[in-house]
């Protein structure tokens, strides 16, 4: 069982109403005529158009993990967390299989995102430093978190059809919030790579030569900047790849580029 749209879960923005793209011209149409944000992630979280990762998703919703057994999971592709008008967005690569695909929420219910909510409170973009349920009262501030691709894939590792299927999506939702936003980061290298043609494809002229991911990379882009950061997974985390310093350096450069606590506070 997956949870069905209008039920009542907290943050779900669809209802049984909402259109539901089958297929990539279905994503790129209803993508691209999404009026706002909050239509956006609506038509998001109901989206039908990789059959495998569809498949994949509801298999987990159904089969769970032993520690989660007495709970309902999301099973559904999961919508931008945070702000409609952000100043800093964070890219990430896909929800996590037992996190975000069981909570309906990025990076919610898992190590990845107990690291990075942690960072963000530190650095004041949010209201509390843990993140365990939809419900749990977290709240960003003048941030919004979003995924490369919305299905948790096997391995995390999407085909690259899936992450060009999947593409309009962040199109439209860069195209959406870019007036506001000052600051991207960019978590990893497979997000670095799908942001610029996507922001290519949202009408924002990115320089013709993109350097490759490294951490701490910025690039001026538009008037804002993009900064590259080690992805937050336990990989990087446990090795001592990803620091707390490193991770906290990272994010604070983009509260100063998008003019510091006080400013996003407004
Ligand atoms: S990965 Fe993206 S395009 Fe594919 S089903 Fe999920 S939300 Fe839709």
């Given amino acids: 069982m997956v949870v069905r749209p209008g039920t009542g879960w907290p943050g779900d923005r669809a209802t049984s109403r909402t259109a539901v793209a089958r297929d990539a011209a279905a994503v790129r149409s209803l993508a691209g005529s999404a009026s706002a944000v909050s239509v956006l992630s609506a038509r998001v979280s109901v989206c ?21 057994a007495d709970q309902e999971y999301w099973g559904r592709p999961v919508p931008g967390f945070g702000v409609d008008r952000p100043a800093i967005v964070i890219v990430g690569l896909a929800p996590a299989a037992h996190g975000a695909n069981r909570t309906g929420r990025n990076f919610t219910g898992d190590r990845s ?27 960003l501030i003048g941030t919004r978190i979003v995924a490369s691709v919305r299905c948790a894939p096997p391995a995390n590792r999407p085909t690259p059809e899936e992450r060009d299927t999947c593409r309009p999506w ?22 670095w790579a799908n942001l610029w043609p996507a922001l290519r494809m949202s009408g924002i002229s990115v320089p013709d030569r993109v350097p490759p991911f490294t951490h701490g990379l910025e690039v001026p ?37 998008a003019g510091g606590r006080s400013a996003l506070a407004v």
């Fill in 48 to 68: 039908r158009a990789c059959p495998r990762l569809v498949a994949w998703r509801e298999e987990i919703a159904r089969t769970k993990r032993r520690a989660f």
């Fill in 113 to 139: 995102g107990q690291w990075l909510y942690a960072a963000l409170h530190r650095c004041g973009l949010a209201n509390q430093p843990t993140a365990v349920a939809a419900d749990d009262g977290l709240e």
């Fill in 170 to 191: 962040l199109v439209r939702e860069l195209r959406l919030v870019w007036p506001d936003v000052r600051a991207v980061v960019v978590l990893g290298g497979f997000a």
């Fill in 221 to 257: 882009v538009d008037g804002r900047t993009v900064l590259g950061c080690y992805h937050v997974s336990q990989q990087n985390t446990f090795t001592g790849r990803l620091t707390e310093p490193m991770l906290d350096a990272v994010l604070g450069r983009a509260v100063m580029l």
